[in-house]
């Protein structure tokens, strides 16, 4: 991505007293991406850095009142993590009434990534249950209330003349995403093993300050549509804005399923892993290491996609963002398949190598460039151009309510004598083939909608 200088020079003259609250009318990309992807890549990092030990650290580290250790049985540490992270992505409605109602999305996150920061100094330094509740607490707060807006400032920072640009934008965010979550999820579990509880969460801490940092410094780069305030908002909930609200709900509510699926790879994934042989590609695994294939394959699979995957099926087929959803839905039930093969061998006695799960992640991985990058792009365009967060909300709470689901569903299943209703495979065969019945529902669905995309108004360049 170049970004040109005389762009660069405009947009430093009209943001010399304030933020820019429309973007220029160019074709290049804009200056701002570059602090956009530089605090993405970072916040992933503490997040998912801190998200890929928590169920390690409740079943092993976690302390009692009197200091002594005291851990969670597995099926408590997986609901914690499930409602929490239910919790970050239910608080995305809250940061889009905030971001759009009241403060305006930068501020919104500059705010929020201080609670953010101080939600990981709880875990750095209190590892009772209190410390978890309340750490996890202000890390959902901050982490869900920020979500919405940094997603949508992504497409805010595009006019009409270089919404072409947006799309490889999203992808290279995605890329920032997950070079984050990459490293924090191969070192994190490492920090945790030998360091302990201080250092797993700790350095996560540190990047989520830098984050805050590298957002805050790109302020007079950066495109801030003011927010629509409260008469303003609810005056655009005519009846054809209210149906067209439905409509794109009616779509978030059938990706809810893909992501009772995919999170399950943070907690039961993690915890198959424990019973299958470590030994891998020469290196012994921790059982939460083999999240880290997930993001690298994001890395690798991204351009492949876009400029082969894409391209090849689009000669056959058009591909519209409904499309690309719909066939990621079914790759994701197909990639339950794999734990519901390595269960079986568990069950029978055997002890699986952990390389499998690389095999699951695969599937898993290549489903979430179909669901999960385009839901963003779906979110964002199909959005009232004063409505970005909100719409964003809905998308994020799509995640909140998969989690829910998978929360409820391990509730269910625990028996009072700490067994399963849903033992071994079964329980992996009933996600699966809950995913094929949304997917086979959501075809209609997709036919029904009609698309209509909504980009920014472009500022008039000054001479």
Not at 368 to 377: A, D, K, Q, W, Y
Not at 387 to 392: F, N, T
Not at 397 to 426: E, R, W
Not at 431 to 458: C, G, N, R
Request: proline share 5%.
């Amino acid at each position: 991505m170049t970004i040109d200088q005389g762009l660069w020079s405009r947009y430093t003259i009209m943001a010399s007293s304030k933020n820019l609250n429309a973007p220029l009318s160019t074709t290049k990309m804009p200056p701002s991406v570059p602090y956009i992807l530089a605090n993405e890549g970072a916040e992933r990092f503490a997040f998912y850095g801190m998200s890929s030990i928590l169920v390690v650290f409740m079943t092993g580290y976690l302390l009692g009142p009197n200091g002594t250790l005291k851990p969670m049985a597995d099926e408590r540490a997986t609901a914690w993590f499930h409602w929490f992270t239910a919790a970050v992505y239910f608080m995305s409605i809250v940061g889009a009434l905030v971001s759009d109602l009241w403060l305006g999305k930068f501020k919104t996150i500059i705010w929020f990534s201080v609670v953010y920061c101080l939600g990981f100094v709880v875990l750095t330094l209190d590892h009772t249950r209190l410390g978890l509740a309340l750490g996890m607490a202000l890390v959902a707060t901050g982490a869900g209330v920020i979500k919405p807006c940094v997603s949508a400032n992504v497409g805010d920072q595009f006019g009409s003349s270089n919404k072409h640009l947006i799309e490889k934008v999203y992808s290279w965010f995605y890329f920032a995403i997950n070079v984050g979550a990459a490293v924090s999820m191969w070192f994190c579990p490492i920090l945790l093993d030998k360091y302990g509880p201080k250092a797993g969460f700790g350095v996560p801490a540190g990047f989520m300050i830098v984050a805050t940092i590298a957002y805050w410094l790109g302020r007079r780069k950066m495109v801030d549509i003011p927010p629509a305030g409260p008469r303003a908002w609810l005056s655009m909930f005519d009846r054809q804005q209210s149906v067209n609200l439905a409509k794109i709900a009616i779509i978030f509510l059938f990706l809810s399923m893909f992501f009772a699926l995919y999170y399950q790879s943070q907690s039961a994934w993690v915890l198959q892993a424990e019973k299958m042989e470590l030994r891998w590609l020469w290196i012994t695994w921790l059982p939460a290491q083999m999240q880290v294939a997930n993001s690298i394959l994001v890395v690798v699979m991204i351009p492949l996609f876009a400029y082969v995957v894409y391209p090849a099926i689009n000669k056959l087929w058009s591909l519209t963002l409904l499309r690309k959803m719909e066939i990621g839905m079914f790759v994701t039930a197909a990639s339950f398949l794999v734990p519901i093969w390595i269960e079986t061998q568990i069950q029978q006695g055997g002890r699986p190598s952990i390389g499998w799960q690389f095999v699951a992640y695969i599937f898993l991985t290549a489903a979430e460039l179909m669901v999960s990058i385009t839901s963003l792009e779906f979110a964002y365009t199909q959005a009232p151009n004063k409505m970005k967060s909100l719409i964003q909300a809905l998308n994020l709470l799509s995640i909140s309510l998969g989690n829910i689901i998978a929360a409820v569903v391990n509730m269910a299943i625990a028996n009072p004598d700490g067994t399963s209703k849903l033992p071994g495979a079964s329980y992996y065969w009933f996600f699966a083939i809950a995913m094929v019945v949304t997917s086979v529902f959501f075809i209609p669905v997709a036919l029904w909608y009609k698309p209509k995309d909504h980009i920014q108004d472009e500022a008039s360049t000054p001479a």
